[in-house]
């Protein structure tokens, strides 16, 4: 089975731009969480999506939006980009069920300047 | 979610095991102990989870308390691809949401 991909893997913008990640789960898996990672904040939560619909959202403004298609495919956006969303941004797939088995992706490293 | 603790780093030595001490102390009776792991540059890895009962798998097992406060991830054979920052999180599942703190950095040496 293929893991979770994302694309693209690197990314350079400028600060008042927007960007778009996109998220590929594992084959059969319904939920997809995204999240940030940086040297002063580690690992922290953004959103999870199931079934299209986002079940739960971590404390980030709303320049951070997401969305999930029918076929679990999953965009996270960030508009009006400032040099701290400068990140490591991590998507993870699951099946959803009742364990936090989560089968994370390579990351998608975003360069703010 | 249950507050964890755990060293900020530790080493080991290529072949021996590798047991590493999370605190949980404040854990609550529906709170699952997970351990996940992330080698440089790459996304984390799951590795194991526990209510009460020890775990083993293929990667690791899992040995937790009596009382639930502590657990130990134990690695049996550590090899030099061991090296990471190893996550022990204390929480209930809760919609695709963990709380990841700081970690232990393993570093595994010849």
């Known amino acids: 089975k293929a893991g979770v991909t994302q694309t693209p893997r690197y990314l350079i913008k400028t600060r008042g731009q927007q960007v778009t990640l996109s998220c590929s789960p594992i084959?059969?898996?319904?939920?997809v969480s995204w999240y940030q990672q940086t040297p002063g904040q580690g690992l922290q939560f953004l959103f999870e999506?199931?079934?299209?619909?986002?079940?739960n959202k971590g404390n980030f403004p709303g320049r951070f939006s997401g969305r999930q298609f029918s076929n679990s495919r999953s965009e996270m956006n960030v508009s009006t980009l400032e040099l701290g969303d400068s990140a490591l941004y991590l998507c993870?797939?699951?099946?959803?069920?009742?364990?936090?088995?989560?089968?994370f992706g390579p990351g998608t490293r975003l360069t703010v300047l | 979610d249950a507050k964890t603790t755990q060293p900020p780093s530790m080493d080991c030595a290529e072949g021996r095991a590798a047991n590493l001490p999370c605190n949980h102390s404040?854990?609550?009776?529906?709170?699952?102990v997970y351990w996940y792991r992330q080698i440089h540059s790459q996304g984390p890895q799951y590795i194991i989870h526990?209510?009460?009962n020890n775990e083993t798998n293929e990667m690791a097992s899992l040995i937790i308390t009596e009382d639930r406060k502590s657990s130990t991830l134990i690695l049996p054979h550590a090899t030099l691809r061991d090296t990471a920052v190893y996550y022990c999180?204390?929480?209930?599942?809760?919609?695709?949401?963990?709380?990841f703190g700081a970690g232990t950095q393993v570093v595994v040496t010849p």
């Open positions: 993870a797939s699951s099946l959803g069920a009742v364990y936090n088995e989560q089968f």
């Open positions: 084959s059969g898996h319904r939920s």
């Open positions: 999506y199931f079934s299209e619909t986002q079940r």
């Open positions: 404040t854990i609550s009776g529906n709170e699952y």
């Open positions: 526990g209510l009460k």
């Open positions: 999180i204390g929480q209930t599942d809760s919609w695709g949401k963990l709380q």
